[in-house]
């Protein structure tokens, strides 16, 4: 049941791009590692620049293909997983990358097969 598409997913990076450079300092992460502020922040700053430079309808300058941008996203959430473990983030530091990096990786995986254009 694959039912996000790319005019979907185009309407969900700007807002996300700017929830995660955000939402670190709203919900103040940073308690068990400085780096759970920062990994964000970047993060957030890099999918801003990514969704400038993807091919879609929202894209400025359209020169990543869109598929090239699904395999960020995707790495993305795994990174996003690994990390509370690889940098021993705990409490909300641990909540919010494991939360974000299943919502990417779900929204990754409920792309609809001809938006990825294998």
Known sequence: M????????????????????SL???LGLGSSN???????VVTGV???ILTLLTDHHLGVFRIIPYK???LVDALVGVVFIAAPFIFSFKGIDSYYYLINGLAVLTVVSLHKSETINY
């Open 24 to 26: 670190p300092f709203l």
């Open 2 to 21: 694959r039912f996000v598409t790319k005019r979907i997913h185009a309407y969900l990076d700007y807002p996300v791009a700017v929830a995660l450079m």
């Open 34 to 40: 400085t780096l759970a502020l920062y990994l964000s």
């Open 68 to 70: 090239g941008h699904l």
């Open 46 to 48: 890099a999918a801003f």
